[in-house]
Each structure stands twice: as C-alpha cells, then as structure tokens.
C-alpha cells in the first residue's frame, strides 16, 4: 500500500521560499507524481506533475516559473521549491500519484497533507 508523507510547510513572508518533501513508500516509483493544493473554502488547484522518469515536468500557470517539481527515485523523495510566494498561495500542499499523465485531477493515492502560509 503506498504512504505519501508530506514536510517542508511553515510561515513564511511574501516573495520568500519554502521547498517540500514528499517521503514514499509502497512503490511509487512508476508513478508520475503531482502537488496540488486546497485553500479553505476553495477548490482543489492543481499546480505541477512530473514523470516516473523525472524527464518531463507540467506547471499550472498559476506557479510557472515559481515552483519547480523534481524527484529522487532513489530516495523515494518528491520535492517542491516554491520561489517569490504570494498571499495567494497559502493552503494545505498534497503530494499524489496520478492516476494517468494528462489527467491533472485524477489521483490513485495522496498524503495527508502539509500546510503552508505565506503573511503580506
């Protein structure tokens, strides 16, 4: 049975930097693999996806060019470097297996979740 455990949350101020880690175990390693997010009272964002292989990645506009998405196959370890944070990012970040590429809504399995919030 696959466990995602997300870490890396916390308070931090507009335009800093927070990088999440997403530990595995089950065998996700022929998964790609995606963060989303969920604001209180909003619905659930996508924000990126990346391959099994790590060699091709997808961003939701909203963080292109802000977060970048990478993975450790030996580590069983996905990550997230969130850069120039906003308000508007704070929510809970999940880590989840996506059920095919393409299908940026579809999960097989997601962490409980790490919550992140960024002050003005």
């Known amino acids: 049975q696959v466990q995602l455990v997300e870490s890396g949350g916390g308070l931090v101020q507009a335009g800093g930097s927070l990088r999440l880690s997403c530990a595995a175990s089950?065998?996700?390693?022929?998964?790609?693999m995606a963060w989303i997010r969920q604001a209180p009272g909003k619905e659930r964002d996508f924000l990126a996806a990346?391959?099994?292989?790590?060699?091709?990645?997808y961003y939701a506009d909203s963080v292109k060019g802000r977060f970048t998405i990478s993975r450790d196959n030996a580590k069983a370890t996905l990550h997230l470097q969130m850069n120039s944070l906003k308000p508007e990012d704070t929510a809970v970040y999940y880590c989840?297996?996506?059920?095919?590429?393409?299908?940026?809504?579809?999960?097989?399995?997601w962490g409980q979740g790490t919550q992140v919030t960024v002050s003005s």
């Open positions: 989840a297996g996506l059920r095919r590429w393409g299908s940026w809504y579809e999960y097989d399995y």
């Open positions: 089950g065998g996700t390693a022929s998964y790609a």
């Open positions: 990346i391959t099994w292989s790590g060699g091709r990645t």
